[in-house]
């Protein structure tokens, strides 16, 4: 039997392949978990450390995998609750679920979770394994996803807010200097006058451009590649991501049909692994490029300021 490791969280969230069966038809799959990921999403918090919390991450992540939202989709596919309860009743079904067989353990001192499934049938035991990680590894990816959306839909706040203060200010600014007669905004040949206006304009800009940089560098550098295909950048990355798809069901074809000595699964596994190698450089390069970005909106503002 086949099972699928997953690499879930922080930078890197590829899928490796090995074989893993015990003699009581017992099938596991392991994820190897990465807390790269910071903390916060902008300012002091985004550059903020680890904190010694792997006990209590690691215990929260067990329960996460065997929670109703992980393990439904899995029952509905597989009908692995009707498997341990043939006469499961209606009101037991709309119950949270929880499988008998499941067993979700943690090696000491490693960021390893093994998720392992029992069942007569050998195929059914693997197949329901994958299942199950891929299911929580489904639901971490939503997770983040929505938890990007809210900081997008709060930053557009944010920015909203600034610009309406900026016009206030503008507004009281240009009332001030009527009342001083500083400058008088109806002379249009007032040098001085127009510039003032000009500046005070594009630093209400610079600033917004700024937040809007800052959100996505802050979002791409969590590693995610929804991220990443979000950005102003993300055009040759999407284009990439489209090829990898297509070489990995590709692979995946050739799998079912040839063993791994023969010309075609070689032929086809290498390039799978030359798209593979492709996008993730074609990530780390729209990582940079993002963070130019930023970097080149903060030196705006600070000279238009």
């Given at each position: 039997?086949?099972?699928?490791?997953?690499?879930?969280?922080?930078?890197?969230?590829?899928?490796?392949?090995?074989?893993?069966?015990?003699?009581?038809?017992?099938?596991?799959?392991?994820?190897?978990?990465?807390?790269?990921?910071?903390?916060?999403?902008?300012?002091q918090?985004?550059?903020?450390?680890?904190?010694?919390?792997?006990?209590?991450?690691?215990?929260?992540?067990?329960?996460?995998?065997?929670?109703?939202?992980?393990?439904?989709?899995?029952?509905?596919r597989?009908?692995?609750?009707?498997?341990?309860?043939?006469?499961?009743?209606?009101?037991a079904?709309?119950?949270?679920?929880?499988?008998?067989?499941l067993?979700?353990?943690?090696?000491?001192?490693?960021?390893?979770?093994?998720?392992?499934?029992?069942?007569?049938?050998?195929?059914?035991?693997?197949?329901?394994?994958?299942?199950?990680?891929?299911?929580?590894?489904?639901?971490?990816?939503?997770?983040?996803?929505?938890?990007?959306?809210?900081?997008?839909?709060?930053?557009?706040?944010?920015?909203?807010k600034?610009?309406?203060?900026m016009?206030?200010?503008?507004?009281?600014?240009?009332?001030?200097?009527?009342?001083?007669?500083?400058i008088n905004?109806?002379?249009?040949?007032?040098?001085?006058?127009?510039?003032?206006?000009?500046?005070?304009?594009?630093?209400?800009?610079?600033q917004?451009?700024?937040?809007?940089?800052?959100?996505?560098?802050?979002?791409?550098?969590?590693?995610?590649?929804?991220?990443?295909?979000?950005?102003?950048?993300?055009?040759?990355?999407r284009?990439?991501?489209?090829?990898?798809?297509?070489?990995?069901?590709?692979?995946?074809?050739?799998?079912?049909?040839?063993g791994?000595?023969?010309?075609?699964?070689?032929?086809?596994?290498?390039?799978?692994?030359?798209?593979?190698?492709?996008?993730?450089?074609?990530?780390?390069?729209?990582?940079?490029?993002?963070?130019?970005?930023?970097?080149?909106?903060?030196?705006?503002?600070?000279?238009?300021?």
């Open positions: 039997m086949e099972d699928r490791g997953i690499h879930c969280g922080g930078r890197d969230l590829d899928h490796h392949y090995f074989r893993e069966t015990d003699a009581d038809l017992r099938s596991t799959a392991t994820i190897d978990i990465d807390r790269q990921t910071p903390s916060g999403v902008i300012g918090e985004a550059t903020r450390g680890e904190i010694n919390d792997s006990d209590q991450f690691l215990a929260t992540q067990t329960k996460l995998v065997q929670s109703d939202s992980v393990l439904r989709p899995v029952d509905q597989f009908h692995l609750r009707e498997e341990d309860e043939p006469a499961l009743s209606e009101r079904a709309d119950a949270p679920v929880t499988l008998k067989n067993m979700v353990t943690r090696p000491p001192n490693t960021y390893l979770l093994l998720i392992s499934y029992r069942s007569p049938d050998p195929q059914l035991a693997a197949d329901s394994a994958n299942a199950i990680a891929q299911s929580y590894l489904e639901h971490t990816y939503n997770i983040r996803l929505r938890s990007a959306a809210s900081v997008a839909k709060f930053m557009e706040k944010q920015m909203d600034l610009k309406a203060k016009e206030l200010s503008s507004e009281a600014l240009a009332g001030f200097e009527r009342d001083l007669n500083v905004p109806e002379e249009k040949t007032n040098i001085l006058g127009s510039r003032l206006l000009q500046l005070n304009t594009e630093f209400t800009n610079s917004a451009e700024r937040l809007k940089k800052e959100a996505a560098f802050d979002s791409v550098r969590g590693g995610s590649m929804e991220a990443a295909l979000a950005t102003s950048q993300g055009d040759t990355l284009k990439l991501r489209e090829h990898y798809d297509d070489a990995k069901e590709h692979f995946a074809e050739i799998h079912s049909h040839y791994a000595n023969h010309p075609e699964y070689r032929k086809a596994q290498a390039k799978l692994n030359e798209v593979q190698a492709a996008l993730d450089a074609a990530r780390e390069d729209t990582a940079a490029r993002v963070e130019i970005e930023y970097q080149e909106s903060q030196r705006r503002e600070v000279m238009v300021k």
